[in-house]
């Protein structure tokens, strides 16, 4: 009955530390990448949108009839790429 218990909860115990060293692994080999390959996204979409719906901030860069065309793949980030690109910066932002 004991030997039952035992093995029930090891491959518990396997689980977890096979978690933890994937975790690990991933955090020595994998982190930097992942976090470049995020912000290189984080970029191409800010220049996508303001090459697209810059003329609301008054950068025309394509006519208006190709921005409208683009318009309902931009509108659900329209929103945050305004308050992105008109917040305040400070020094320690460029720290990241």
Known sequence: M???VEDAKNPKKQSEVAKAAKGLFYGMALHGMVTYALRLRMHMENLFMLITMGDMLGIPVLPPYYSLRLLPYAVPSLKTW???????RDITDSLY
Not at 82 to 88: A, F, H, I, P, V
């Open 82 to 88: 305004k308050q992105t690109l008109l917040r305040d």
């Open 2 to 4: 004991a030997k039952k």
